[in-house]
């Protein structure tokens, strides 16, 4: 047997998220189809985490065993082949047997895009989140930094269906920044982990700074809160990126 490790790019719209779920299309469950297709048994691949529906990825890894002898090449030209063109496998390495994609993770990199003219291009609409409202983006720009270090993320966090077994949403955010380019309002921030929903919070909460209803100043007392009827709104899925996953070298 072998551990194959992907790294894959997608443009999450048309799919219903990454993680399988019965009679919707998912990035995960195209995958197994298509490597299960490959092998001649059932396949399962394992991936650093859970994009949203509608989310996007540039980088995101994923793993799984196989027992097919085909050369690296040959296996990402098969599915490339086989897989819709939204989906494309980037690289594909092997691995050692053990290799966890989502517990071997040492940092993930997300970024979300938000759209800032009048008018959005049909052509663009499906990669931002169009806001063409007034903003202070000033201080949304000095709000960003708020985010970063190790604290309770809750009240960013979305209801779980793994909230029972209490598990910590204690997270660490090493960086946390925001700046405009062009038309274009960038979020982009790196951390340990995030929870379900968490980086679209975040932004649908930058989104209320710039509209005036909190302060940058107001935000750690909005983390220290652990309340998520304090934080904003989730932000579209279709302006948030996955740029990258880091592991151990």
């Known amino acids: 047997m072998r551990r194959i490790r992907f790294t894959l790019a997608y443009d999450g719209t048309d799919f219903h998220g990454w993680q399988v779920q019965p009679g919707q ?35 995101q890894v994923a793993a799984c065993t196989m027992a097919n002898p085909l050369p690296l090449r040959n296996l990402q030209m098969a ?11 980037l690289s594909v390495e092997e691995a050692p047997l053990d290799f966890q994609p989502r517990f071997d993770a040492v940092a993930k990199t997300y970024e979300y895009r938000i759209a800032r003219e009048e008018v959005c291009s049909p052509f663009e609409r499906r990669y931002v989140h169009h806001y063409p409202y007034p903003l202070d983006e000033a ?4 709000a960003a930094p708020y985010f970063a270090g190790e604290h309770d993320f809750s009240t960013f966090a979305a209801a779980d269906a793994r909230d029972e077994l209490d598990y910590s949403k204690v997270r660490t955010i090493f960086s946390s ?3 405009r380019d062009g038309d274009r309002l960038f979020y982009r921030v790196r951390g340990t982990g995030f929870l379900k929903h968490m980086v679209r919070n975040l932004v649908g909460t930058l989104i209320e700074v710039g509209k005036g209803n909190h302060r940058p100043e107001d935000l750690p007392g909005l983390i220290a809160a652990r309340d998520r009827s304090l934080g904003g709104a989730t932000a579209p899925g279709s302006g948030l990126f996955l740029v990258s996953v880091e592991y151990p070298t």
């Open 25 to 59: 299309v998912t990035i995960q469950g195209t995958l197994q189809e298509i490597l299960s297709r490959l092998e001649g048994t059932p396949v399962i691949v394992h991936g650093s985490g859970r994009t949203d529906a509608g989310v996007h990825a540039l980088g």
């Open 79 to 89: 599915l490339n082949r086989f897989l819709p063109p939204a989906i494309r496998v």
């Open 139 to 142: 201080a949304v720009l000095r």
């Open 177 to 179: 920044q925001a700046w």
